[in-house]
């Protein structure tokens, strides 16, 4: 049998569903039950019914499933799968802002650590970011740890005082203003579609600005013939699968999010086999947790 009959065949056996970002590679996507982006993920997470769940993605990802999921058992292909960006805020800054504006809400990237997540009002999704924001009654917006993302809903809800954080993504800052424009150059007819991830000098040069999924539906729903992706080039397999004739072109050679490669077809078959990787969130910071992940749900519904 081979890897993905094993994979199959296991998951069966131990009543488990497999979650798969879209920034990890293309066969690990083609095994998972569920591919999306955080949000549509996180979504999923509250709704399945398998006892166990192999998140094939990054560490905060994990922690989430199962701050939502208690009762079941959640696995991480690769324990050292991790996001950067997630540990980008303390207790100490957001204690600080607290003290400095009265009325203010903590908005917590859900790409950010458990603990992180236990100092928040609410989670946002870069899908979701702006139409909670808006609807929070907080006139004064501590946006963690993102501090690209946190412009780009700054920029979106005008009416708000978002105070910046100083986190980043590695991946999305190392796209730069003449990557841009040396893409452009060599491809002329192609349009850019970019995460609010990047820094302000690419956004301000894309024709569209979304989260992975946006994109995804952006290049698969519009009628232009070449687009650069300024994201991941993992969102490359969905869009393929749904649009093969559209040409899409990175902005730079290596525009990979090197925690998310780290998870392997070989490393999911040991989740399975071996139950190693096994993610725990103690009681009280799961229930903290809980909170802001919760609201993000309730708000985003709405």
Do not use: W
């Not at 083609?30 to 982006?37: K, L, P, S």
């Not at 009416?159 to 590695?170: A, D, Q, S």
Request: hydrophobic letters at 40%.
């Amino acid at each position: 049998m081979s890897i993905v009959d094993d994979i199959i065949k296991l998951k069966k056996e131990k009543n488990a569903v497999i979650l798969a970002h879209y920034y990890v590679d293309d066969e690990v996507q083609e095994i998972a039950d569920y591919v999306g982006d955080s949000f549509y993920l996180s979504k999923v997470a509250t709704k399945i019914s398998e006892d166990r769940i192999i998140f094939a993605g990054v560490e905060f990802m994990g922690e989430s499933a199962k701050i939502l999921n208690p009762s079941k058992r959640v696995f991480m292909p690769d324990a050292s799968a991790d996001c950067p960006m997630a540990h980008m805020a303390t207790k100490e800054e957001i204690l600080k802002v607290k003290e400095e504006y009265e009325d203010v809400a903590v908005v917590c990237y859900i790409n950010s650590t458990a603990q992180l997540k236990t100092y928040a009002d609410v989670c946002v999704t870069s899908s979701n970011a702006v139409k909670i924001v808006k609807n929070l009654p907080n006139k004064n917006i501590f946006f963690i740890p993102d501090c690209n993302l946190g412009r780009f809903v700054a920029n979106q809800v005008p009416e708000k005082n978002v105070i910046l954080n100083k986190g980043f993504c590695p991946r999305h800052v190392a796209i730069t203003k003449d990557h841009v424009l040396q893409a452009k150059k060599a491809h002329p007819e192609a349009v850019l579609a970019a995460h609010p991830e990047c820094t302000q000098d690419v956004l301000d040069l894309a024709d569209y600005i979304g989260a992975t999924s946006g994109i995804i539906d952006y290049v698969v729903n519009t009628d232009f013939k070449e687009y650069l992706i300024g994201t991941v080039d993992g969102v490359f397999a969905e869009i393929h699968k749904k649009a093969p004739d559209k040409k899409l072109f990175t902005l730079k050679p290596d525009q990979v999010c090197v925690n998310m490669k780290k998870v392997t077809l070989s490393k999911i078959l040991d989740c399975l086999e071996e139950d190693v990787n096994e993610v725990f969130v103690d009681e009280d910071t799961r229930l903290k947790a809980l909170k802001p992940l919760e609201k993000m749900l309730e708000l985003a519904a709405k």
